[in-house]
Structures are given as structure tokens and as C-alpha cells.
């Protein structure tokens, strides 16, 4: 019952239902739930991490961002992202069927434009092998 297949050629398909769901805390609240998709510890796949993070309608809003060292790229699946950012008067708005590149060590959060609306996005994050290599700052 193996999550991932590999061609012989080495393209790597995921079933996302079948990849560990875990929870990004913040301030001891779950900000979102996340399915990791990509990442070297999971998947014969390396220089990035990829995966789909889940916000439901009331979900928690950190009062600031945090960073890490890498690019990382949203793409959103469903509702609207509002990108948090150090300055609020920088913060960003991104609709279902957009994406967004956040350069690493920039502050951010992506969380619901609407908090009585579930947001779903796509994330990749550059330059690394596997998430345990993402260090949250802030």
C-alpha cells in the first residue's frame, strides 16, 4: 500500500489522501492541516518540497508571520489567501487559480481573505530535499 509510484524513467506520482496529514501550530492553536506531497523522506524526489495545506472557515490568524531561508511558492486551490506580511500595508491577495512567490526570509503567513471560508493551496518550497530542512523562524 505504497503512497507514491516511480516510473522507470524516475517521474514520481503521489495519491495525496494516502500521505501523512499533519498540523502547523502557532501560538498553541492549529493555524492549518497539511499533506507533505514531495519531499525526500517520503519520496525518492529531492531540491524541493511540495504539498497541499488545508485552512478551514475559522481557522486561526497568527497576529504576525514567520520565515525560513527558502523561496517558497503558493498556488491557490479554493477560496482566497490573504499573504501576511511584516508591513500589513504589503499584505497580498491571492484568488483561486493564482500563485504567489514569497522570496526566502521574507515574513509571511498565508491564511483565509474571508474567515468564514475554507482556503486550499498548493506550496513548494525551493532548494530543499525535505521538509525537516524548513526551519520556521519567528
Known amino acids: 500500500n505504497k503512497s507514491f509510484n516511480t516510473s522507470n524513467c524516475g517521474i514520481v506520482t ?7 496529514l499533519s498540523s502547523h501550530m502557532v501560538d498553541g492553536q492549529i493555524m ?6 514531495f519531499s525526500a523522506d517520503q519520496t525518492p524526489t529531492s531540491k524541493m ?17 514567520h520565515t525560513h531561508d527558502q523561496d517558497e511558492v503558493y498556488w491557490v486551490i479554493k477560496g482566497t489567501a490573504r ?9 497580498v491577495l491571492v484568488s483561486a487559480g ?3 512567490f514569497i522570496p526566502g526570509n521574507v515574513e509571511h503567513a498565508a491564511v483565509p481573505a474571508d474567515p468564514d471560508e475554507e482556503m486550499v493551496l498548493f506550496y513548494v518550497f525551493c532548494d530543499a530535499d525535505s521538509f525537516s530542512e ?3 523562524k519567528g
Not at 503521489?14 to 501523512?20: F, G, I, K, L, Y
Not at 492549518?32 to 506531497?37: E, N, V
Not at 518540497?49 to 497576529?63: D, E, L, M
Open 134 to 136: 524548513i526551519v520556521y
Open 49 to 65: 518540497v511540495a504539498g497541499i495545506a488545508y485552512s478551514p472557515a475559522g481557522s486561526y490568524v497568527p497576529a504576525k508571520g
Open 83 to 91: 499573504i501576511i506580511t511584516a508591513e500589513s500595508s504589503d499584505d
Open 98 to 100: 493564482q500563485a504567489v
Open 14 to 20: 503521489v495519491d495525496p489522501s494516502a500521505m501523512p
Open 32 to 37: 492549518c492541516d497539511f499533506r507533505t506531497l
